[in-house]
């Protein structure tokens, strides 16, 4: 809603300034004006009452020579007949003391005082005459004449002011209230422009209008400009809200606390929250909510804020039902608000699928894909890994047992490789229900296999275990309904419980025994003395 404010126009306001300056200069005159008039005036009365005393001074003269108050009153009596006489008084110092007053009240006056020579010698003086002006008569004489002085002093103001008010409204006021009220009406961006002023185009009016128009024409351009940029601003923000709601990452900003500010809707979906979690856990404890490991999270944000630089891990969900072992990325950095608050800002996508996939690769790296079993390199790690640990216990040992499958060539020659596959899974198989948990079994390739049983308390316990695992590999493997395979086994067995043995040494030892049990009958096992002969136990066939 537009509110109309009421205007003044400025030959309104010039009226007035003019006119309160004619008045106070019209004051300001009319005081010195009456100032001077009365001086005027007074000097007027002193020069006629002193034309009046000349009349009188003879006959003044000889009342007072004479003493005769008869004549000094007719005297006194013709000065107070005169309107400029307010007191006359006629003395000689002896006998006569005559006085005549108006009856007026009037300030008081200097008189006029004049002296009485003798009629018959010029050097004798005989009396004074005393005259005291009418004040009136010289007010009223200086009120006429600065009345009117006054009235042609404000004559002239008047007209002359009259005059200016006349063309300052005909040459600058009127002119500037159309050039206004045109300028008024003008809607920024439009094409209307102010129109020249025909008796102006010369003058600095003229050059206003022009500047204006220049003006007009400027700013439309940066309104357009503004416009359109306004526009694209408007379509990024879209864009950028569109790619924020959309996007398949969860975007998110934190506090120091850890505390959850905002977020965009993909985050539940990435973090498989329930539909309504991120408006819940606004200012909530979000890092106790989404992940598994709170603290991985806090280390990304105090790794952001010490390097102010992004950080980047990978998180696991907090077991959520539909996905367990759910995975995401997270790339963090810190960033400072208009407020110099810090806060965190996270990218979070799923990655669950791909690091599925890196388990299998490393699985697959790490596990035979036939057998399942780990393959050499990874039972090699884990043994060196005990090797090299704290000294465990007392008569703690790690047992290495060498194995080697006896006929298995045969049955691949005989009846195929997906026999002989058969023969290996089902092996596998067999040596694992003979071990503990702990334990690790591995296929060195072929139908070559590594165990070795971790801590084996006494060392002696592996000799049964190995006696076990001869009698379950040499029972028959049923390749289908009406074909049954025997294979058997050769084990070389090594105790690491001489300090200082490393890995190799041990698959050298077991080695060296496994082929002394292949040389003296095979299925059966081998243990290599202190004195670095073979002992070989053969396990007997069990009907």
Request: with cysteine; glycine share 6%.
């Amino acid at each position: 809603m537009t509110t109309t404010t009421k205007r003044s126009h400025i030959h309104y306001k010039l009226a007035k300034s003019v006119l309160s300056g004619a008045s106070l200069l019209a004051v300001i005159i009319s005081t010195l004006f009456f100032v001077s008039e009365f001086k005027r005036s007074a000097d007027k009365t002193v020069v006629m009452l002193n034309q009046l005393l000349d009349t009188v001074e003879s006959t003044a003269a000889i009342a007072a020579y004479t003493g005769n108050h008869q004549i000094g009153d007719d005297v006194l009596k013709g000065l107070l007949r005169n309107d400029i006489v307010h007191q006359a008084r006629l003395e000689n110092g002896r006998q006569l003391d005559l006085k005549a007053v108006r009856n007026t009240e009037v300030p008081n006056q200097d008189e006029i005082v004049r002296t009485l020579h003798s009629p018959f010698a010029d050097n004798e003086v005989v009396g004074r005459l005393m005259v005291v002006p009418e004040a009136r008569f010289t007010l009223e004489e200086a009120r006429h004449s600065t009345l009117v002085g006054v009235i042609n002093s404000i004559t002239l103001i008047a007209v002359t002011a009259l005059m200016v008010l006349a063309l300052v409204r005909s040459y600058l006021s009127r002119p500037l209230l159309r050039v206004s009220d045109r300028l008024h009406a003008i809607m920024a961006g439009e094409q209307k422009r102010l129109d020249n002023l025909s008796r102006h185009q010369d003058d600095e009016l003229g050059q206003l209008v022009e500047d204006i128009n220049r003006l007009l024409d400027n700013l439309k351009e940066k309104f357009l400009a503004e416009h359109e940029l306004r526009q694209e601003i408007q379509l990024m923000e879209r864009k950028l809200r569109n790619i924020f709601d959309t996007t398949s990452a969860g975007i998110f900003q934190l506090d120091c606390e850890g505390n959850l500010i905002t977020a965009n809707p993909p985050l539940r979906r990435v973090l498989r929250l329930p539909p309504s979690a991120p408006v819940e856990l606004v200012g909530g404890k979000f890092l106790h909510a989404a992940f598994s490991d709170s603290e991985r999270v806090q280390e990304l944000m105090r790794q952001a804020e010490q390097h102010d630089q992004p950080v980047s891990g990978d998180l696991m969900l907090k077991n959520p039902q539909d996905a367990p072992n759910a995975w995401v990325h997270c790339l963090l950095s810190k960033q400072t608000d208009t407020d110099g608050q810090a806060r965190f800002e996270g990218v979070v996508y799923d990655i669950t699928e791909r690091h599925a996939a890196e388990r299998r690769t490393r699985h697959e790296a790490d596990h035979d894909s036939l057998t399942g079993l780990v393959r050499r390199h990874v039972a090699q790690r884990f043994l060196d890994q005990h090797l090299n640990a704290t000294p465990a216990e007392e008569n703690e040992a790690q047992v290495v047992l060498l194995l080697d499958l006896d006929g298995f060539k045969d049955v691949n020659d005989r009846h195929g490789h997906k026999a002989g596959d058969q023969v290996l899974v089902e092996t596998a198989k067999r040596l694992k229900a003979c071990v503990r948990v702990g334990d690790v079994v591995a296929r060195l390739g072929g139908d070559e296999f590594l165990i070795i049983l971790v801590n084996c308390i006494p060392a002696d316990h592996a000799w049964p275990i190995a006696r076990e695992l001869v009698t379950s590999v040499r029972r028959p493997i049923q390749i289908n309904p009406e074909l049954a395979v025997n294979i058997g086994v050769s084990i070389g067995i090594a105790v690491s419980e001489a300090s200082g043995l490393t890995t190799e040494d041990l698959l050298r030892t077991a080695d060296r025994a496994m082929y002394a049990v292949k040389h003296q009958g095979k299925n059966g096992f081998g243990i290599v003395r202190p004195d670095g002969t073979v002992d070989v136990h053969t396990v007997p066939q069990i009907d």
